[in-house]
């Protein structure tokens, strides 16, 4: 009590720094010679019996502060309460922000550090999908109903990976991605149903049409994996399962027996873990068929995601392709599942092994 230096920040007593660690770049006029900005971490704990030696590890819940922009398309000051952790604006400051991966040399006294600048991006649609994920929606839970805003990502990366991929896969979790626009521009691309058609094509501005589909074992649930908040941030499992399975097999669904492990990116909320895998359980079965065919770079007005239409002689599309199992006494079983008969008789084409086409109506359908 009586030192006169006790009152000073740089004195702590009966310790001492043994080593500090720092690299970076030479010639910078920082006292630390980091390779990017940082916020340093003060840390304060009183030492007892349960501690033994150095101290590993620290765990912390953190707060983002991000780069984000107006309905003006104006940029906004980075805070650590609003919109960090829309998934639109976390890829905008992983693109134009100074918080990056790869670096190769810090630039400390530009607005805009990263690898694009912003007229280089399509700010309205980073925008529109920000207002998008910020939609609230309500789900059941074991206790009630509960909200959530549509998508969120809250995550710690630590990544070498491309900056392309870094961005696909939060996006990804979202149903959208990262395109390039007609303007030349890096946009967002939801994966919505769309009504209107952007373009048609025919033979007089495409050629060599050409379809194949991919009949592999889809299977009967996901198991799809998400951080809980609700068990200290560790890993948790929600089970999806495929349309006709269930865990039971009651009714008319048969017992799943073939499960897969889907990963996510920075998805803590149980709902938006199943929606995720129900998205990707539907892309398993439904876009499992890829129509080709060349166009000319004059004639292509579309980019991807819009809806086209394809008037060609040769395909049949609209129908659903399948695999026939097994006959029995006159029933084909087939690979996939389709609901009852409508109004008009369902039609079938088949292709036998010597090449010839057959088709005709469909006469009953059972389980």
Not at 107 to 117: A, F, I, K, N, P
Not at 184 to 196: H, N, P, Q, S
Request: include cysteine; charge should be negative; charged fraction near 20%.
């Amino acid at each position: 009590a009586d030192d006169p230096d006790t009152d000073l920040n740089r004195f702590v007593d009966s310790s001492s720094w043994t080593r500090i660690g720092s690299r970076g770049f030479p010639g910078d006029s920082a006292v630390f010679d980091l390779q990017h900005r940082h916020s340093l971490m003060e840390l304060s704990f009183e030492a007892n019996e349960s501690i033994q030696g150095n101290v590993q590890e620290v765990n912390a819940i953190l707060s983002a502060m991000i780069r984000r922009v107006d309905r003006n398309l104006n940029w906004l000051e980075p805070n650590r309460t609003t919109d960090n952790d829309n998934p639109a604006f976390v890829v905008l400051d992983i693109l134009t922000g100074w918080s990056i991966q790869n670096r190769r040399a810090p630039r400390w006294h530009t607005d805009h550090c990263g690898w694009l600048q912003p007229e280089q991006l399509d700010l309205q649609s980073f925008y529109d999908f920000a207002q998008h994920c910020n939609q609230i929606v309500e789900y059941e839970t074991v206790t009630g109903t509960a909200t959530r805003k549509r998508y969120t990502t809250n995550m710690v990366m630590a990544s070498d990976a491309p900056i392309i991929e870094t961005c696909q896969n939060i996006l990804g979790q979202c149903r959208a991605q990262l395109i390039i626009t007609q303007a030349g521009k890096i946009g967002v691309m939801l994966d919505e149903a769309r009504t209107t058609p952007r373009q048609l094509f025919t033979p007089s501005n495409s050629w060599e049409f050409s379809g194949s589909r991919s009949f592999t074992e889809i299977p009967h649930a996901f198991n799809v994996q998400f951080t809980s908040p609700d068990l200290g941030w560790q890993s948790a499992t929600v089970v999806v399962y495929r349309p006709g399975f269930d865990a039971t097999g009651s009714g008319s669904n048969e017992v799943a027996t073939l499960f897969e492990d889907l990963d996510t990116v920075g998805i803590t909320n149980p709902h938006q873990a199943q929606l995720y895998g129900a998205y990707m359980m539907s892309q398993a079965i439904i876009r499992s068929e890829v129509f080709t065919f060349n166009v000319d770079t004059e004639n292509l007005v579309c980019q991807r995601g819009d809806l086209v239409q394809v008037a060609h002689d040769a395909p049949l599309m609209g129908g659903r392709s399948c695999v026939i199992t097994g006959i029995d006494n006159g029933w084909l079983n087939i690979s996939e599942r389709f609901g009852p008969l409508g109004n008009e008789n369902e039609k079938y084409t088949f292709r036998a092994d010597d090449g010839t086409i057959y088709s005709g109506d469909v006469t009953a359908i059972d389980d």
